[in-house]
């Protein structure tokens, strides 16, 4: 990596891109930065989609998005226009094309990233050898890292989202509307997923065992416009304790309701990230996520939300592929096939345990 004494920049642009998980985990990069360089100018690129994410940050200075518009004159007026901002830091945390593209026309004197998956990229760049994401660390962890050629040491810290006291009131109402009072213990659920490989078939027999176990907890279905037919069918399990918006809430609606949750339970997406940044503990189905997409600190501060795991061992998944092989040899005749066998092979008792394990244990004492 190469070194530099330049440690005391005027005005740094930080660049994510999408999506909405990824947006939030960026969060913990915000403050360390600002916390480092408090007199300088801390501005965050991305999609106008994930704006409602950090409104309210108070890290950030401002927030500037990537052109909806598609024309290339307007393409272009956008990146040109960067430079005129005059930033003498920018950092790509994503490394996606627009992000490079933003970078590099920024024409900051020290622009950031991690190193390239292709060797030309190097020359978009002027620090560029800190690696994308390692099993050891947490993803926030490594993209803070990225700033150390300026003299950052990055320290392991959990997202943060900040609602405003008038958003968690309105949050209040719509929560008493739909039957839950302040004080029940509510779990929000996301069983949705855009890819149907990430989603799961068993919320339905979990979400039954766990009404029957804990009869004071109630569940609280959240679901982006258009996954309506992923969810519906779940209400009918108890219309009184399974409880869904007649319409997708908006998004700081949706952080504002999730704030009051016990708990969270879901795939690993943007909700996930939500619940950890809110303080929320979490049983997390996961399929094929990378161990640094997932908070487990060493040394967590004291009443930090807890994210239980549930995933398909090596062990167990190889035991499936050979089942499986020995099915379609017709030597396994009582074997049970399933579509997507890295998600849907995690049982509802494991996924249950671990569930029982983290309504013991929620936060880390």
């Known amino acids: ?19 909405l998980g990824d947006v939030t985990v960026t969060t913990p990069v915000f403050e360390q930065v600002k916390k480092t360089f408090p007199e300088a100018k801390l501005t965050f690129l ?5 704006v409602p ?39 790509d945390l994503q490394q996606l094309p627009r992000c490079q593209l933003a970078s590099f026309f920024s024409r900051a ?18 620090h560029c050898a800190v690696p994308e994401n390692t099993d050891s660390d947490y993803t926030a962890f490594s993209k803070a890292r990225i700033f150390s050629p300026l003299g950052l040491e990055p320290i392991d810290l959990k997202p943060k989202l900040y609602v405003l006291d008038q958003e968690k009131e309105e949050a209040k ?24 490989k990430r989603r799961w078939q068993h919320y339905e027999e979990l979400v039954r065992e766990i009404l029957i176990r804990y009869p004071a907890f109630k569940f609280f279905v959240i679901r982006a416009p258009g996954e309506d037919g ?38 690993t997406s943007a909700p996930e990230h939500m619940a950890l940044a809110l303080n929320v503990p979490a049983l997390i189905i996961l399929a094929e996520t990378g161990s640094f997409w997932h908070y487990d600190p060493k040394n967590p501060p004291k009443g930090t939300a807890r994210q239980a795991e549930v995933r398909l061992s090596d ?10 092989a020995l099915y379609k040899q017709g030597r396994n005749e009582n074997f049970q096939p399933v579509e997507f066998p890295l998600i849907n092979c995690i049982s509802v ?6 569930f029982k394990e983290l309504v013991l244990d929620p936060y880390y004492k």
């Open 1 to 19: 990596m190469k070194k530099t004494v330049f440690q005391s920049p005027k005005n740094i642009l930080v660049i994510q891109q999408r999506q």
């Open 46 to 50: 991305t999609e106008e989609k994930c």
């Open 53 to 91: 994410l950090v409104q309210h940050d108070p890290y950030l200075d401002e927030i500037i998005t990537f052109p909806k518009k598609k024309g290339f004159w307007a393409q272009l007026a956008f990146y040109f226009g960067l430079k005129n901002r005059n930033f003498d830091v920018a950092a």
């Open 109 to 126: 004197k020290y622009r950031l990233t991690f190193a390239p998956r292709h060797a030309y990229r190097k020359l978009l760049y002027t």
């Open 173 to 196: 109402q719509i929560l008493q509307t739909l039957g839950i009072a302040e004080g029940d213990t509510f779990i929000t659920l996301d069983a949705t997923h855009k890819h149907p």
């Open 230 to 267: 992923q969810v519906r069918h779940l209400l009918d399990i108890d219309r009184k304790r399974m409880v869904m918006p007649e319409k997708p809430l908006t998004l700081r609606q949706t952080m504002a309701c999730m704030s009051f949750a016990g708990f969270h339970i879901g795939n």
């Open 315 to 324: 062990e167990e998944y190889q035991a499936y592929l050979h089942n499986l």
């Open 349 to 354: 008792e494991k996924a249950l345990c671990r």
